[in-house]
């Protein structure tokens, strides 16, 4: 009973709170001929496309025309689109720390109020199934994204020194026949940080205390705890 209760939390936050559904940026490779604009638009490059490779980038100013031979990538931000399996909701934004705190508020602390005194009692642990952030939904059609937040934009400069938005294209090509990107690994440094400081901080105690014997009382100690305590966490497993 209790996962799909814990399914029926994220949906009605998703569904009800749009801002705590999962982002990406998306992009639409566009031949030059045919490209319109692209209002509402993140950043728009023009560039020769050779497979995987992207040779000779230039970003596209608003109203401008990509110069004879070469295609468009548009970039937007995109929210991810209700999905049936969510009942109208959408997966939770887990790069977002207000959007999970939003879900465990409405999960695992409305458990501790209703049973909490069960907790490594007759409730030996919680199991919430793999949380991620690969399961964004677009609008139509299949075209690349790549997992967002809010704030990446901003936090991404302040953290590493430059604006992530311009550089977009090394994300998803390999420029000028480079595999290798300093830019791409500053990206999936940000989103291993930022999903583990929202969701999953795993000190190297915890598997080692997680085992079946213990687990429930190491999580009854664990849930009464804001900042992991991982001496005390010793002394349940005793």
Excluded at 17 to 37: I, Q, Y
Excluded at 44 to 51: D, L, P, S, V
Excluded at 189 to 201: A, M
């Amino acid at each position: 009973e209790w996962a799909p209760r814990l399914l029926g939390y994220m949906i009605a936050i998703t569904r009800d709170r749009p801002e705590h559904r999962l982002k990406a940026v998306t992009l639409e490779v566009v031949e030059g001929a045919r490209f319109r604009g692209a209002d509402g638009a993140l950043a728009c490059f023009h560039a020769r496309i050779e497979g995987h490779v992207a040779r000779e980038v230039v970003p596209l100013p608003p109203g401008g025309r990509p110069s004879r031979g070469r295609s468009v990538l548009v970039y937007r931000l995109e929210t991810s689109e209700p999905q049936g399996w969510f009942h109208d909701g959408t997966y939770l934004d887990t790069l977002s720390p207000e959007a999970v705190r939003a879900f465990l508020d409405a999960t695992h602390e409305r458990y501790r109020a209703s049973v909490g005194d069960e907790f490594g009692k007759t409730i030996r642990g919680i199991f919430t199934d793999e949380p991620n952030y690969a399961m964004f939904k677009m609008r139509q059609g299949r075209r690349t994204w790549h997992p967002w937040a809010r704030d990446l934009q901003e936090d991404f400069r302040a953290r590493f020194g430059y604006d992530l938005v311009g550089r977009l294209p090394e994300l998803s090509f390999a420029v000028e026949g480079r595999e290798v990107s300093t830019v791409r690994g500053h990206y999936y440094r940000w989103l291993t940080d930022r999903f583990g400081l929202s969701w999953q901080i795993i000190p190297r105690a915890l598997p080692r205390l997680l085992k079946s014997d213990t687990t429930g009382r190491v999580m009854h100690a664990m849930m009464g705890m804001v900042k992991l305590d991982i001496a005390a966490l010793e002394a349940a497993a005793q």
